[in-house]
Nanobody, 116 residues
Framework: QVQLVESGGGLVQAGGSLRLSCVAS????????MGWYRQAPGKQRELVADITNRGTTAYADSVKGRFTISRNNAVSYLQMDSLKSEDTAVYFC????????????WGSGTQVTVSS
């Protein structure tokens, strides 16, 4: 089993910054992928940013130029700059592993609230 622990969420003013962290632990031998998703009330969960084991990154159009994803072994970070009220959501960490009965794991989410 893989466990994900997220931290870094909170309340910030528009234009401010936050850095989210996701620490993966448990039966980890390798990680193919780590990503960040978000879900606002009444909306579907959407991909924000992700990074592969080769370091390739991708971003949602709405956050390009403002957010940066990075990874250091079993820890991923989402640096969020120039935050907007539209970024308010619960942010979830996701990992993919190439083994076991379950290949994808989710964190419980961390709340990000941007005041305007």
């Amino acid at each position: 089993q893989v466990q994900l622990v997220e931290s870094g969420g909170g309340l910030v003013q528009a234009g401010g910054s936050l850095r989210l962290s996701c620490v993966a632990s448990g039966s980890i031998f390798s990680i193919n992928y780590m990503g960040w998703y978000r879900q606002a009330p009444g909306k579907q969960r959407e991909l924000v940013a992700d990074i592969t084991n080769r370091g390739t990154t991708a971003y949602a159009d709405s956050v390009k130029g403002r957010f940066t994803i990075s990874r250091n072994n079993a820890v991923s970070y989402l640096q969020m700059d120039s935050l907007k009220s539209e970024d308010t959501a619960v942010y979830f960490c996701n990992v993919h592993v190439p083994y076991g009965s379950r290949l994808s794991y989710w964190g419980s989410g961390t709340q990000v609230t941007v005041s305007s």
